[in-house]
């Protein structure tokens, strides 16, 4: 899968997440009298939109690389986080209401037309960092947990501001909040591609086998290949590739490659290697698999 796809394939699942949590977030609307307070409505409505985008953004991963091992774990760590992040930035939203109606909002008009609209905007710009660093807790990288708390905030606070304004917009259209919901979810998906484009060191593509034509964001500081399942690049059913086979690793923004024991065949540019900063251009051989490595 290109780096584009990879993407498209965040907006879509985006899309999926914001359509999943549009009846859950109904039913929840149907209940609220039912609550002991508002306060409680509101971190159970924030937790219930955090586990399910949450569970739908926690399997990109395992998506995208076509690794269903980590799928399953993927949306657990999604629907707890996601839960957890849902009710802490519904519950920030609501503490910062309380703040600027004191500090700026004197009359029921501008409040209703800034005030409220403001604060659940910044409500739904947490729900989108936390959302945002299911991946990167899953995979213990702090550098895709920066990647997914800038692309989940930026993307949670643009989309929430769609949410609260079309609904004031076009208040009698039934289903406003099921399309500010479809472009919350594709808008944090988006930003999430966009941002681990931009804090990668590089892509390495592979050129041969069953898996030709994928290509692999260097995002993390440290990236395994082999064929175990611990391994970030899996190279499953390519021959003479070990468990963990190398290691790319960033080191003060270069890119390094690592055989784990020396009895491990590695070739740069068809010349053997133990360990050697990479350059643009270079193709790896680890096995029977060939990358290029190469920015875009």
Do not use: C
Request: hydrophobic share 50%; aromatic share 12%.
């Amino acid at each position: 899968m290109s780096t584009l796809m990879r993407k498209l394939v965040f907006g879509i699942i985006g899309l999926l997440a914001g359509l999943a949590a549009w009846p859950a977030a109904e039913f929840i609307l149907i209940l609220q009298s039912s609550f002991p307070s508002y306060l409680v409505f509101t971190m159970i409505l924030g937790a219930i939109f955090g586990a399910i985008m949450g569970g739908f953004f926690g399997s990109v991963e395992g998506i995208t690389l076509s690794i269903r091992s980590r799928i399953l774990p993927g949306i657990i760590t999604g629907v707890l986080v996601g839960a957890v992040g849902g009710a802490i930035g519904f519950l920030i939203g609501q503490g910062v209401l309380f703040l600027i109606t004191d500090m700026f909002f004197h009359s029921n008009k501008t409040l209703q037309t800034y005030g409220i609209p403001i604060s659940r905007t910044i409500g739904w710009g947490f729900l989108g960092f936390f959302i945002g660093t299911v991946e990167g807790i899953r995979a213990r990288s702090w550098t895709k947990v920066k990647v997914g708390m800038t692309g989940g905030i930026v993307g949670g606070l643009l989309g929430g501001f769609v949410i609260e304004y079309l609904r004031m917009i076009f208040p009698s259209f039934p289903y406003a909040r099921l399309v500010g919901l479809l472009i919350l979810g594709f808008l944090i998906g988006l930003f999430y591609g966009i941002f681990e484009k931009r804090f990668s060191q590089g892509v390495i593509k592979l050129l041969n086998g069953a898996l030709k034509g994928k290509e692999y964001l260097l995002v993390q500081k440290t990236i395994r290949i082999g064929t175990s399942g611990k391994a970030d690049i899996q190279l499953t059913g390519y021959k003479n590739v070990a468990d963990i086979h190398a290691l790319l690793k960033t080191v003060k923004g270069e890119v390094i490659l690592n055989t784990v024991q020396t009895k491990d065949r590695v070739l740069i540019n068809e010349l053997k290697t133990t360990e050697q900063m990479l350059k643009f251009g270079d193709v790896i051989q680890i096995g029977a698999a060939k990358f290029l490595f190469f920015y875009k």
